[in-house]
């Protein structure tokens, strides 16, 4: 099993940049695709980004492609979220998953999560 816990949520303005980590337990975090979800209050959970094991292969949302980029350090069992051009609407807690079976980036079967982090971008 893998542990997940989120860092680096926060408030920001329109515009502005946040970079969320991930820090996974465990000595196999390579062997795990990685991906970030987000929910806002009242909708359903959101896929943001999904990253293959080895880092070769990514997915974004439409609605943050071009200004999201997700990463994965596997020798520091890590993953980010670099957050550019924040809007309103990127609000939402964001949640760091893993999973071991063997998906495309844009799955949404994933099997551990952690506990969130609040994101708040104002106007």
């Known amino acids: 099993q893998v542990q997940l816990v989120e860092s680096g949520g926060g408030l920001v303005q329109a515009g502005g940049s946040l970079r969320l980590s991930c820090a996974a337990s465990?000595?196999?975090?390579?062997?795990?695709?990685m991906g970030w979800f987000r929910q806002a209050p009242g909708k359903e959970r959101e896929l943001v980004a999904g990253?293959?094991?080895?880092?070769?292969?990514?997915y974004y949302a439409d609605s943050v492609k071009g200004r999201f980029t997700i990463s994965r350090d596997n020798a520091k069992n890590m993953v980010y979220l670099q957050m550019n051009s924040l809007k309103p609407e990127d609000t939402a807690v964001y949640y760091c998953?893993?999973?071991?079976?063997?998906?495309?980036?844009?799955?949404?079967?994933?099997?551990?999560w952690g506990q969130g982090t609040q994101v708040t971008v104002s106007s």
């Open positions: 990253i293959s094991r080895s880092g070769g292969s990514t």
């Open positions: 998953a893993a999973d071991l079976r063997v998906r495309s980036s844009d799955s949404y079967d994933y099997n551990y």
């Open positions: 465990g000595r196999t975090f390579s062997s795990y695709r």
